[in-house]
């Protein structure tokens, strides 16, 4: 059986939304999911299931960050198709893509799914001490300190490897 077919498995996508600043701080944007669902209270990326009438994951998360934010297609570029990761404990398979987000763009929460949403430095995410402890499932999780949150599980880990990626400037973020 492929990973793509194992029982149960929810599909879903992300985006992962950067801009650079006029001052040249490059920015990324989180959101704070409310507190309903599987990842209620979570820092994560804009996005989420696959509806039966998306045409491809980068069309779910697309019509997730709309939703979500408010994020409209004609205010982002696509920059990249990420390496897809997996939830440890939900059973999600979440495919990212990297986008630049197109100045200006004013974001508006959905407030039935986003209690607030984060503008992050990505310079001030890299230079946070990753630290560890007890997660819900009782294993040590890495994790980075934004604000008074924890950004942990499957963003981290998609995160952790990307940011220095973006700080080297592998892709180019300027409009």
Not at 22 to 36: E, K, N
Not at 53 to 60: G, I, K
Not at 79 to 94: G, K, V
């Amino acid at each position: 059986m492929s990973t793509l077919e194992q029982p149960g498995r929810v599909e879903a996508a992300v985006l992962v939304p950067v801009y650079r600043r006029v001052d040249g701080d490059l920015r990324l944007v989180l959101i704070r999911r409310s507190l309903f669902g599987a990842h209620g209270g979570h820092l994560a990326l804009p996005g989420g299931k696959r509806d039966s009438t998306d045409r491809s994951m980068l069309e779910t998360a697309l019509r997730e960050a709309q939703e979500e934010i408010g994020l409209r297609r004609d205010r982002i570029q696509i920059l990249a198709e990420l390496q897809p990761t997996d939830t440890r404990s939900t059973n999600f398979r979440i495919h990212p893509f990297l986008v630049r987000i197109i100045q200006p763009v004013v974001l508006q929460r959905n407030e039935l799914e986003v209690a607030e949403i984060l503008d992050v430095s990505l310079a001030e995410l890299a230079a946070c001490e990753i630290r560890a402890e007890d997660a819900p499932s009782e294993r040590q999780a890495p994790y980075y300190r934004v604000g008074g949150h924890r950004l942990w599980g499957a963003s981290f880990r998609l995160l952790s490897v990307l940011v220095p990626r973006l700080l080297a400037g592998e892709w180019d973020i300027d409009p």
